[in-house]
């Protein structure tokens, strides 16, 4: 990760690693083809790839998955551990200038949580291996949680793909 300020951005004035005030545990690992450098800049483009991915869970979760099927969509929660923890502010070459933070979906945040909805392609419970159809994150990323995608619950009100 590169400490480089580029120009419209801003530091925060503390480490938000200093203020830690709550524990997690992580369940898994995400399995992708992706490395520093090669990485697709969100879950589109990596779908775009054709390159699918895995989540490895830690020993244990496997019965965790128990409902879930091939098919369905999951919310992927992780942790973006090689990423900064320091801007308030930044400036995305995709905008029309700087942006707080809580504007962008940047993996530079004060906590470095991040999620993307996967359709789930194969899955061995017994083994805790589910078979994803992309992910846009690097190699050994940590995994928070997933949690299933419910088109009753994550849609906005009067929300339809056509709005």
Not at 45 to 61: F, V
Not at 139 to 152: A, V
Request: aromatic share 6%.
């Amino acid at each position: 990760m590169s400490d480089e300020i580029r120009p419209g951005e801003e530091q925060l004035p503390f480490d938000p690693a200093d203020r830690i005030e709550a524990g997690l545990s992580f369940v898994g690992t995400i399995r992708s083809p992706w490395s520093k450098g090669g990485c697709p800049r969100n879950i589109s483009r990596a779908r775009e790839t054709g390159k699918g991915a895995r989540i490895e869970l830690c020993p244990g979760y496997g019965r965790a998955l128990l409902g879930l099927k091939v098919g369905q969509p999951v919310i992927a929660v992780y942790w973006m551990h090689r990423s900064r923890r320091d801007l308030a502010v930044q400036a995305p070459g995709h905008a029309d200038g700087p942006r707080g933070t809580f504007a962008l979906r940047s993996p530079v945040r004060p906590n470095p949580l991040a999620m993307s909805t996967v359709m789930i392609t194969s899955l061995d419970a017994e083994a805790g291996v589910i078979g994803i159809d992309a992910i846009d994150v690097f190699d050994g990323t940590p995994l928070i949680d997933l949690k299933p995608w419910l088109s009753t619950v994550d849609l906005p009100p009067g929300w339809t793909p056509d709005t």
